[in-house]
């Protein structure tokens, strides 16, 4: 069958001949691709900076974030049967016992860094016709949600991050809604900073939680960015025309800020204005660039006489993965438009030279192979 190979010791992406995967354990999923979204990592890939193939094979499958139909079930699977759309996860554990995270299924903790990763480190991803994954890495999507569901994993990146927020934020009474099960983050100023999708996905998680939404991205505003993110009742900004000095005056103290852009100067300029008690969160991945001047006095002394946490966060569990099909379930309801334009085209296989080495620009670019 065919599949997105990209073989790293030759420096070539092609259409690689990939065999169709079979069940051989009782816990075995057989599954149908239907989309496959493609991110910033699948076209870092592609330029041979990281990305591993499984031992034995010259190729890596690419494609993580996935939604598709399955078609066939081990014996001891219970939980789904053929025509059940799933959304698998991402990575999956390392072989050392005494690795506590990853024992405990929570691999995106593990402790050793020897986890791999589909369609990024040794395990074959999703761009391709079929694939098999145990049922424990999959998560049940209802079918309403079958033209946004590739989403999800995206979304699992602010799920996990606001999780630990949540957790973080128990030292003190942050929450002030009488209402708190409702809107937790009533009264509360969010800064996200990026308006990709991880950055516009985070923003939409922090409206339905209630927070007040500032995001602050680099292109000018109006654009296909910036009217996507007012028309959800966030707020854009952008970095050319308003400072951060602006950015901290306009909001008032900042609560959070969930950082989905990637690009540390810019970040470290937002840690400077984080507000009492505030939290910054960290998800982007800068490639390496020279070292640059960083105020440290400055943000040690907010950091410790305004109680602030930085916190980082890389991949997800499977208790955010089933949040973020709850919260495409809230989005889809309040926002259908918006959250349908996040997806900016549906494309042939054929076409993944153009989607992962060309600019093809927008929002979210999907394969769809049903
Ligand atoms: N931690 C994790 O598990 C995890 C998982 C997935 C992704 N990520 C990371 O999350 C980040 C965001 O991912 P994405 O797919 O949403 O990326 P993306 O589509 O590339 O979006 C990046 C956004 O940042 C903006 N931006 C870039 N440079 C900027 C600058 N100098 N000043 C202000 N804004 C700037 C861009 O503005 P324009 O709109 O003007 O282009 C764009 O809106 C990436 O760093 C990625 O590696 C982390
Ligand atoms: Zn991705
Ligand atoms: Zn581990």
Redesign the pocket.
Known sequence: MRAVGVIPDKREVRMVEHAVPQITGPYDVKIRTLDVGI???DK?ICTFVYGSPPEGSDYLVLGHESLGEVVEVGAGVSVYKPGDLVVPSVRRPCPHAHCRPCSADLQDFCSTGDFTERGIKMTHGYMTEFYVEMEKYLTFVPTELREVAVLVE?L??AE??FAQVWKIQDRLPWVVSEDPIKSPGAGLRAVV????????LGAMALMANGFEVYV????EAP?I?SELIEAIGAKYI??KTETVEQLAERVGNIDLVY?????S??SFDVLKVLGTNGVFV?????APRPAIGVETDLLMRNIVLKNQVVV?????DRAAFQAAIRDLGTFIGRWPNELRALITGRFSINSYKELLLGERSG??NVIALD
């Open positions: 991110c910033g990592t870092e995206p699992t990146v996990k991050a900073l990026g308006a990709g999708p991880v950055g516009i602050y991205s680099r292109s654009n960015k952008s970095s950082e989905a852009l990637g690009v100067s810019v960290f998800t982007g991945i800068p980082g966060t890389v991949n997800a929002i979210k």
